[in-house]
């Protein structure tokens, strides 16, 4: 009952008072007071456009930030349809060994797909690694135990796992792929739905509308979680629109003929107040939101970004890398980093509420295996990590905060995408969006 009770507040948050405007293609408000923070969109945009989208960009073209690690081959764990996409814009493109940097090629081989983690074993040193069904559930007791008591708000994949991928996010960029309808649909709702902290009256369980106007009863912790959810999708809906396919007639969505550019009939049909009654601003909204939350974690772990080399094997592009993060990234940030204060949530000693809170964000990030096009799984992957990372570095003690290479790579990566999104609602679909006031 109290998981019940407890899973309310995962979905009914959004503290954004929005008004409709009744103008085509409007789809902010005057209100430029971002929820819980004290703090102004206004003021972001500009930080954001002028400082922190171009930094970024030219972070993550760095060889220390542009190969991410990852599992793409985890087996879905909720339903056994991945609705696999076959379209070619949804493939993950190979990743040439000698593109990757020097420090990462002794640890992969090269196959036909990608950048596959190396097999040491030969067969005359094989191991016998049969083990009876009884250790093997005894062994993973041990895993869910040693799982529960990590600091980790995401499943974060193995760097000993013989399916871990090194993946050239540049050759593989963010966008549309065609992969749309039920199977799409399904990884929503199984994020919204499933995992939603529901109010105890609630009697509707599925109408997660009818969840979203009842913000009112809602703590901070349920705000906070709901709203970095909605920032998520909301980002990567932008992102979509942002990089869509127009195929020709001829070419459908092979990705063989055609051209990418923006769609502001599906921007519209996305945000639009008069098409989603009125929510659509307040989804937008959350994007500056969770860009608050992720800056928030940067600086907090400021003096671990300070500390490492960011070695690829080329000296030159590793300290330049470091001037980017400590000299430019860390300093623009610093007069942001304390309008939202994660020392607002779990006060009164609630571990409980926050082990909830921890479990069923991981949920979220188990979810990302049952996504059925290879592209949109790398970066759902790499976007919730990047949220699991922010998360787990907010609520650490300072002075014990670690993090994987794969970690900040997601982490930096993560935030480039909420950047961008930010720097789209104000330049390619500025003509969509009110001027604030």
Known sequence: ??????????????????????????LTNSNDQIDDCNC??????????????????????KNYFRFFPVNLRKKCLFWS??????????????CPIEDLPEALRGKTIHDNEHCSMLDTNSSLGSINTNISEEHKETIKTWMQFDDVQSDNFCDVDDDSSTDLEYIDLLANPERYTGYTGASTQRIWSAIYNENCFFLPDSKIFYDLREKRLNINKMCLEGRTFYRLISGLHTSITIHLCARYFFPTIAGGYSGSDGHWGPNFDEFKLR????????????????????????????????DLFQEQTYFTGNDTD??????LIVEKLLEKIEPFANYFTEDLLFQNDNDLLKFEFKQHFRNVSRIMDCVG?????????????ALGTALKILFADHDSIQLQ????????????????SLYHLKNTFKSCMKKET
């Open 405 to 420: 290479r794969s970690e900040m790579v997601a982490l930096l990566n993560g935030f480039n995408r909420i950047s961008t």
């Open 40 to 61: 102004r969109i206004s003021d972001l945009n500009e930080l954001n456009n002028q400082h922190i989208y171009p930094l970024l960009q030219e972070i993550v073209s």
């Open 271 to 302: 945000f639009d107040p008069e098409v989603t009654a009125g929510e659509g601003p307040k989804w937008l909204k959350n994007v500056y939101f969770l860009y608050l939350i992720e800056l928030r974690a940067l600086h907090k772990a400021r």
């Open 318 to 323: 590793d300290s330049h890398t470091k001037v």
């Open 373 to 385: 096009c290879d592209k949109c799984r790398l970066w759902g992957k790499l976007q919730v990590q």
């Open 81 to 94: 349809d991945d609705g696999q996409c076959s379209r070619r814009t949804c493939a993950i493109k190979p």
């Open 1 to 26: 009952m109290f998981l019940r009770v407890c899973l309310t507040f995962f979905c009914l948050i959004f503290s954004c008072y929005l008004v409709q405007n009744n103008e085509e293609c409007r």
